[in-house]
């Protein structure tokens, strides 16, 4: 997905990580190939885009690209509330099973790349699948 504004050129990339509730199993390969589909859907509807995605049973690593129209902490809440929302409503029985009354922790890991390349980090995600 191309992002663009006017006027402007801007290279804004941040790994962010999201752990269940508890750190809990919720995730099966299924499962988080479903959420992570559906948070393709909501990166376009917000404005950013998700490069690159690894969701594991207990948490999930993303390699998201904003621009500066949109914040970092917008985009971090568009996908745990939506995340929330897609589980509950289609796999309300994963909660269940995980013995959690909601999906994520109260809080999440967002970092920018730093001195690490993207093409670095896409790796190292790459090495957990």
């Given at each position: 997905m191309s992002l663009s504004v006017a006027h402007a050129a801007f290279d804004l990339n941040h790994h962010l990580v999201f752990?269940?509730?508890?750190?809990r199993g919720v995730f099966s390969s299924a499962l988080g190939k479903t959420l992570g589909d559906y948070w393709l859907k909501v990166a376009e509807k917000h404005g950013f885009a998700i490069d690159r995605m690894t969701i594991v049973p207990?948490?999930?690593?993303?390699?998201?690209?904003?621009a500066p129209k949109i914040s970092i902490a917008d985009c971090v809440m568009a996908l745990l509330n939506n995340g929330q929302y897609y589980i509950g409503k289609n796999q309300p029985q994963a909660l269940i099973e995980a013995g959690v009354d909601q999906l994520w922790q109260a809080a999440a890991y967002a970092g920018t790349r730093g001195d690490f390349t993207t093409a670095l980090i896409k790796h190292w995600l790459n090495e957990r699948e």
């Open positions: 752990a269940t509730r508890y750190r207990d948490h999930a690593h993303l390699l998201v690209r904003i």
